[in-house]
């Protein structure tokens, strides 16, 4: 594991497609996404040799339904008995992952076809929280509703920390902000609003940003996101 700031690693044993974390707390330990269906096994490999009881990991947040964020959820609240938590619109993919396709009607049937294949099989697992935008959790989250790449994709700003954890409503692959891949994002127009409003109503409150795909950026996170916005809105600025 790699420590971004005190209290939040990178389980970054399960490779660098994607990027799942782990928020230690005075109540327990909190994931934050779960890889692939093929990564339980080495999530739960990083979480023992860290020296961390299972059963301290007490609640699971899922960003969003895809392959590679909840993934593994089902077999890791198996594991560790923690309760799982998505934003209340994205309950319907994490029960019935099949349900998620991709933009363009074209990948649809490739995306059925590999969902036959054992290692994209994600088992369906029902959340046990749902929220909703604007929600504080324990660990001091501000949970925000980021919908776009799916309708019900969150964020969470941690105001104390200064950090947000982004999810895909951004990626920072090969170190440049930008917005998740059309191909699998069936609504750009309100994953472009969901950006504006990370940076016009949060972009103050953080520094630090932690993305589903890319590397962590340490610092200015709030004013990149606000650059990011004047170029995509040209008019708003
Ligand atoms: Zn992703």
Not at 124 to 144: A, H, K, M, R
Not at 168 to 189: E, V
Request: hydrophobic share 40%; net charge neutral; proline share 8%.
């Amino acid at each position: 594991m790699n420590q971004i700031l005190p209290g939040l690693w990178a389980i970054d044993e399960i490779g660098s497609v994607v990027n799942c974390f782990l928020w230690e707390w005075a109540g327990g330990l909190t994931l934050i996404d779960t890889g692939m269906p093929s990564s339980v096994h080495t999530i739960l490999d990083a979480l023992t040799t860290k020296g961390y009881a299972l059963h301290n990991v007490r609640r699971i947040i899922i960003t969003h339904g895809d392959i590679d964020h909840a993934g593994s959820a089902a077999k890791l609240k198996r594991a560790t008995g923690a309760v799982v938590g998505c934003h209340s619109v994205e309950k319907v993919l994490l029960e019935q992952p099949a349900k998620r396709v991709p933009a363009s009607p074209m990948y649809r049937p490739i995306f059925a076809l590999v969902r036959l294949l054992p290692q994209f099989n994600v088992l369906p697992v029902t959340p046990d929280e749902l929220y909703i935008d604007g929600q504080q959790t324990p660990e001091g989250f501000t949970v925000i509703h980021t919908p776009g790449h799916t309708p019900g994709h969150i964020s969470l700003l941690h105001r104390e920390k200064r950090v947000l954890i982004v999810g895909d409503a951004l990626n920072n692959r090969g170190g440049k902000l930008q917005l998740p891949p059309p191909i699998f994002t069936p609504d750009m127009t309100n994953a472009q609003r969901s950006v504006w409003k990370l940076a016009k109503k949060y972009g103050e409150d953080f520094d630090v940003m932690v993305f589903g795909h890319g590397a962590p950026i340490l610092q200015n996170g709030g004013s990149k996101v606000r650059s990011l916005v004047a170029q995509i809105f040209p008019e708003s600025v």
